[in-house]
């Protein structure tokens, strides 16, 4: 089992920033991949950001290139997406995921392919 707990959201006006935290905690699985996704009302939930334990590599949603970075702790206990640059359309959920198998990279982007969610926090940024 792996509990993932979001923190960080907010209201910012456009053009400003946030951090979004994602803390892990894994009793028996080893948690290989992590995602940020994120939902707006009545849209589809959306990859925004990835990155896997092996090699640490980091995979982005072309919308988040250039201004969001994910990163992670040296433990692999929290995994941090900062944004900068927001703009309204940013406005939405956003959920950190985790994937206890490992993943192909043309399935980083589905949300099908990440086991366990977070509850998710709010970003909010206004015009």
């Known amino acids: 089992q792996v509990q993932l707990v979001e923190s960080g959201g907010g209201l910012v006006q456009a053009g400003g920033s946030l951090r979004l935290s994602c803390v892990t905690s894994?009793?028996?699985?080893?948690?290989?991949?992590w995602g940020w996704f994120r939902q707006a009302p009545g849209k589809e939930r959306e990859f925004v950001a990835g990155?896997?334990?092996?090699?640490?590599?980091?995979y982005y949603a072309d919308h988040a290139k250039g201004r969001f970075t994910i990163s992670r702790d040296n433990a692999w206990n929290t995994v941090f997406l900062q944004m900068s640059s927001l703009k309204p359309e940013d406005t939405a959920m956003y959920y950190c995921?985790?994937?206890?198998?490992?993943?192909?990279?043309?399935?980083?982007?589905?949300?099908?392919?990440?086991?366990?969610w977070g509850q998710g926090t709010q970003v909010t940024v206004s015009s």
């Open positions: 995921a985790v994937s206890t198998r490992q993943i192909i990279t043309s399935q980083t982007t589905a949300p099908g392919s990440y086991g366990y």
């Open positions: 894994s009793q028996s699985s080893r948690p290989y991949n």
């Open positions: 990155i896997r334990r092996n090699g640490g590599i980091t």
